[in-house]
């Protein structure tokens, strides 16, 4: 059945203003509800893997993106006691990709630029301070309830893509199950101008220690010579006073590269990290999408990722579903691919990789420690390896459901 009713998608976060993009360009009407009074300054996700630049590229985006971020084609696993361990190199896979890389830039510097070609491409209505309080929906529609600076009002669509974060409003009305755990930690995420890169760090490097492991990657920030975030896991019992402390944050650092001087923190933050998937994308009208669908530890940058895959996925099949070219349960395939590769290689991955990075038990970190060696000297297991942590394996294997 045809409509003219929009899309209504909750958020205007990386996914929301995704999906938004893919289905203005199709010349679909889409209203986006943000209740934030403008676009949020997250300094937690900051890596694009190669499929998520080819999927953004169409749209302007990958080459916007470009202009300032950094491309980082090699990195490491480290171990903070014997140092370098192996070396990834994504120039492997160029042969199957334009983008052989990782592209490093920060989402608080892609939203705007998602929000700009929107705006200038296409007809779609964006309002901040728009917050969604519930939603009721029959055969034909969905009507949403919103807070618009202090009034009430109800908005009519054809769907809704519930794109509003880890505590999404619109899952939690759905009633749809969050499943999976909470890490106990609270992870700490410092950025400063210091160049590790002096030290032998890759761009994107991550540290394996039995105590304190790390994640050290470089962002472009407004420009040269751009800074290095480090991420830390910290005691869930800690006071964010402590742990956001000039005294332990100095100390955090210092155990990375000892120097004289104290460090230039520019930023500093602290945040709790979940392992969960929602046990089904959609619920009539309603699609999940992003960290509202699915959460996990930052270890590999996958989930700033899985959101745009998300987003591209889903509103090319609701493109078609609207204009009436396929029937709603095509909606569903983009259940099977999305939610069976969150499970599947999203969470299987990011779990088996922080648990790699703080492995107790010396003899088996050093058994994990010398397979990374044979894997990175290998080159047909070094690409494969690179196949599965750019994400390329689990968009091909998300392309087989049918």
């Known amino acids: 059945m045809t409509t003219t009713l929009p899309v209504i998608i909750a958020g205007a976060g990386p996914t ?7 289905l203005g360009r199709h010349g679909i009407p889409v209203v986006v ?29 990958t080459a916007r993106m470009h202009e300032t971020a950094i491309p980082v084609r090699r990195w490491q696993i480290r171990d903070r006691r014997s140092e370098l361990v192996a070396e990834f190199d994504l120039g492997l896979l160029g042969d199957i990709t334009p983008y052989p890389y990782r592209l490093h830039i920060e989402q608080h510097r892609v939203t705007p630029l998602q929000l700009a070609i929107l705006r200038a491409e296409t007809d779609a209505d964006v309002r901040f301070s728009h917050r969604l309080t519930g939603f009721t929906q029959d055969a034909d529609r969905v009507r949403v309830q919103v807070e618009a600076n202090g009034e009430a009002i109800t908005l009519d669509g054809a769907w809704l893509i519930a794109a509003d974060g880890g505590r999404s409003t619109v899952r939690r009305a759905t009633g749809i199950a969050f499943e999976g755990f909470t890490y106990p930690e609270i992870f700490l995420v410092v950025s400063t101008p210091y160049d590790f890169g002096q030290h032998g760090y890759a761009m994107n490097s991550y540290l394996s220690d039995p105590v304190e492991w790390a994640a050290i990657f470089k962002v472009p920030d407004d420009g040269p010579p751009g800074l ?3 991420a830390f896991p910290c005691d869930g019992e800690e006071t964010e006073e402590n742990l956001l402390s000039a005294a332990n944050v100095e100390r955090r650092m210092q155990g990375l590269v000892a120097k004289a001087e104290p460090y230039d923190i520019r930023y500093k933050s602290i945040y709790r990290v979940h392992q969960r998937v929602a046990k089904d994308f959609r619920h009539g009208r309603v699609l999940l999408a992003g960290d509202a669908a699915h959460l996990n530890n930052p270890v590999g940058g996958f989930g700033l990722n899985s959101g745009i895959h998300d987003a591209v996925n889903v509103a090319e099949k609701l493109a078609r579903v609207w204009k009436g070219e396929a029937d709603a349960a095509l909606l569903d395939r983009y259940v099977r691919q999305r939610r069976a590769i969150c499970v599947e290689e999203v969470q299987r991955i990011s779990i088996r990789n922080k648990q790699f990075m703080e492995e107790r038990d010396p003899a088996a970190q050093r058994r994990h420690l010398l397979e990374f060696i044979a894997i990175a000297n290998d080159p047909t297991r070094a ?10 394996t689990g968009v091909r294997k998300a ?4």
Not at 16 to 22: E, H, K, P, T
Not at 35 to 60: I, K, N, S, V
Request: with cysteine; glycine share 8%.
């Open 16 to 22: 929301g203003l995704m999906a938004a993009l893919v």
């Open 33 to 61: 509800c943000e209740a934030e009074p403008g676009l949020t300054h997250d300094l937690r996700a900051g890596t694009f893997h190669p499929p998520t630049q080819e999927m953004m590229a169409p749209y302007g985006l």
């Open 228 to 230: 290095w975030r480090a």
């Open 383 to 392: 690409r494969n390896h690179l196949l599965d942590t750019s994400m390329i």
């Open 399 to 402: 392309a087989e459901i049918e």
